[in-house]
């Protein structure tokens, strides 16, 4: 019967902890695993670097975020490495740990916690990333500097 399958599904995603379509969250406060994929927008600003932003001096800024907002975050995609022609070497090899290569550039998200709690550290995770994904202009860094030096 079709239906059983539908229903064996449904449990076997709240029961594997996979963000499921439904919720119980009187019952238990099982965790569950959130992930999302946030495009960096290099398509509208190609010559701004989205991953030194987000990196920050030796992974600091990205070391920081992770842990103000208790959710694992990588930056991948075409793009995420230094070093172009390893890139394409490693997209060649076929290697399913390297596939996000093929992908455009994000910043992976995930996080796992009860449910109300995994959705407030994604929600907390993506207005912080709200900030690093926006290109800052060398203009209004020095307009910002000099209205708050207090010399004019």
Do not use: M, W
Request: aromatic share 10%; charged share 25%.
């Amino acid at each position: 019967d079709s239906s059983d399958v539908t229903g064996l599904e449904f449990y076997k995603n709240i029961y594997f902890h996979i963000e499921p379509e439904y919720l119980e969250v009187d019952v238990t406060t099982k965790p569950i695993k959130l992930l999302k994929k946030i495009l960096v927008p290099v398509h509208r600003n190609p010559k701004f670097n989205f991953v030194g932003k987000l990196l920050g001096p030796g992974g600091k800024t990205l070391q920081n975020l992770i842990q103000q907002t208790k959710c694992r975050i990588y930056v991948l995609g075409r793009g995420s490495s230094r070093d172009k022609s390893k890139e394409e070497e490693l997209i060649a090899s076929g290697d399913p740990k390297y596939a996000h290569l093929k992908d455009p550039l994000h910043v992976r998200v995930e996080v796992i916690a009860p449910p109300a709690i995994a959705y407030q550290r994604l929600a907390h995770a993506l207005g912080e990333l709200q900030y690093y994904l926006q290109p800052v202009r060398i203009k209004s860094i020095f307009s910002l500097l000099i209205r708050f030096s207090g010399k004019r």
